[in-house]
């Protein structure tokens, strides 16, 4: 059962146009939200969170929404660019749990 | 400051043979422990989880078994490797409490 989900295994974009990246979640225990981001052979990064008493949360040009009733979240990337290439995971922790559930991630290709 | 090392980095092993991955981390004292593991095409799934020395968690049922025999140490094994173990291994680590996961540099684990 597959409580994260991230539709779409890669998305390509050109270099200064925005990345939007997609996540879906079933479980409504779900309290807070984080965005990694993966090189090949190396360890995610921590990139941006938010709590699920917030609908958005900025860091320069990183930005994450979430819809609640939707139960989506996203994150845009504006402006995108080369380095941003790499592997992103949406991840999602239960109310109480010491762990975080996964995403399938998404493979996202800026192009010059 | 808080670091996390994981090793080997790289493990060619044939089918039948034991697995020893070991991670360690520095600069906090009773992190929440992880390994979660990236196979070909897949996301990031979590196999254990530790709150303490041991206390672990299994999430899926499988040929792994996970020891934290120190606060700082966590350590992921199998007696007898499958060529389905393949993949790439990370250790991560997390303050009590809180939903940020800290990855190691990963551990890629192929079984022939």
Redesign the interface.
Same mark, same amino acid.
């Given at each position: 059962d597959q409580q994260v989900k991230q539709n779409s295994p890669s998305l390509s974009v050109q270099e200064g146009r925005i990345s939007i990246l997609n996540c879906d979640y079933t479980n409504s225990m779900f309290d807070y939200f984080l965005w990694y981001k993966k090189y090949p052979a190396e360890g995610p990064t921590f990139l941006i969170s938010i709590s699920s008493i917030k609908d958005k949360n900025e860091d320069g040009r990183f930005t994450v929404f979430l819809n609640k009733s939707a139960k989506h979240l996203s994150l845009h990337i504006v402006p995108s660019q080369p380095g941003d290439s790499a592997v992103y995971f949406c991840a999602a922790r239960d109310t109480g749990f010491q762990k975080l559930v996964f995403g399938t991630g998404t493979r996202l290709l800026v192009s010059p | 400051s808080q670091t996390i090392h994981q090793w080997p980095a790289t493990l060619v092993q044939p089918v039948g043979s034991p697995l020893s991955l070991e991670c360690t981390v520095e600069g906090t004292s009773n992190p929440?422990l992880?390994w979660?593991r990236q196979a070909a095409g &897949? /996301? @990031?799934?979590?196999l254990f989880?530790s709150?303490g020395i041991g206390q672990i968690s299994s $999430?899926v049922p499988q040929n792994l078994s996970a020891s934290r025999p120190q606060d700082r140490q966590f350590i992921l094994s199998s007696k007898k490797l499958l060529l389905s173990d393949s993949g790439?291994y @990370?250790c991560?680590w %997390?303050a %009590? /409490?809180t /939903? $940020?996961?800290?990855? #190691? $540099? #990963?551990s &890629?684990l192929t079984v022939l």
């Open positions: - | 929440n992880y979660y &897949r /996301g @990031l799934q979590l989880y709150v $999430e790439f @990370l991560a %997390s %009590s /409490g /939903g $940020e996961l800290f990855f #190691g $540099e #990963g &890629r």
